[in-house]
């Protein structure tokens, strides 16, 4: 697509639920980035998938945490038994490749609210 | 470890000129990347540094020093538009390429 698009834009659960979050990444970028946002937060870096690479998870938060990216498109990050100190905007990037200076272009985000 | 500063909020009138300070302290550097965000919306890339010196894009010049860790956003010819916040990200030799450093943001405010 021209963009990055991720759903939903919106997401409110209860404490305790599992959320999914999507990713569709620009056609033909190898690059994937999940961050996260809080309020007044800087980007907070979450996992990074490129090409067919194992991916660099180093920056999630706890094992209830997990992303996959399916036939080097999608991706999908899943929270489980979510709680309040997950709520954050979740952004999601992606980029043609690594190195060299390809800024990132990032989808709209989802904004997770767990009550 | 990576810490990055700059500051938290700068105003300037319209028409005018502002730069945004950068500093970070990395155990490698593979560059540095700055991104404006308006409110509510995404991140959009302005620019990227990987040698010492002055790049410049239209009315957004960046500029780095590796041996001082140091970068700056040079805005001119400011606009109302140009009210956001401005995001500086480093990547460090020691992380995979992927993975950027973050730093808290610039609030700039154009005024009339």
């Known amino acids: 697509g021209a963009g990055v698009s991720q759903s939903p834009s919106n997401k409110v659960t209860e404490k305790g639920k599992d959320v999914e979050l999507r990713c569709d990444p620009i056609?033909?970028?190898?690059?994937l980035y999940w961050y996260r946002q809080s309020l007044g937060q800087g980007l907070e870096f979450l996992i990074y998938?490129?090409?067919?690479?194992?991916?660099?998870k180093s920056g999630l938060p706890s094992d209830r945490f997990s992303a996959e990216r399916t036939g080097g498109s999608v991706s999908t990050l899943t929270i489980q038994r979510t709680q309040q100190e997950d709520s954050a905007v979740y952004l999601c990037?992606?980029?043609?490749?690594?190195?060299?200076?390809?800024?990132?272009?990032f989808g709209s985000g989802t904004r997770l609210t767990v009550v | 470890g990576q810490n990055i500063d700059q500051p938290t909020e700068m105003t300037a009138t319209e028409g005018a000129i502002v730069q945004i300070n950068c500093t970070y302290q990395t155990s490698g550097f593979n560059g540095l990347f700055w991104y404006q965000q308006h409110a509510g919306e995404a991140p959009t890339f302005l620019s990227y540094n990987v040698l010492d010196g002055l790049e410049e894009k239209g009315r957004f010049s960046s500029f780095l020093s590796r041996s001082k860790g140091y970068s700056y956003l040079l805005l001119k010819e400011l606009q109302m538009k140009d009210s956001a916040s401005y995001l500086c990200?480093?990547?460090?030799?020691?992380?995979?390429?992927?993975?950027?450093?973050f730093g808290a943001g610039t609030q700039v405010v154009v005024t009339p």
């Open positions: 056609s033909g970028h190898t690059a």
């Open positions: 998938f490129q090409g067919n690479s194992a991916p660099d």
């Open positions: 990200a480093v990547s460090s030799s020691t992380d995979s390429w992927g993975k950027l450093q």
């Open positions: 990037a992606s980029s043609l490749d690594t190195g060299g200076g390809y800024g990132y272009t």
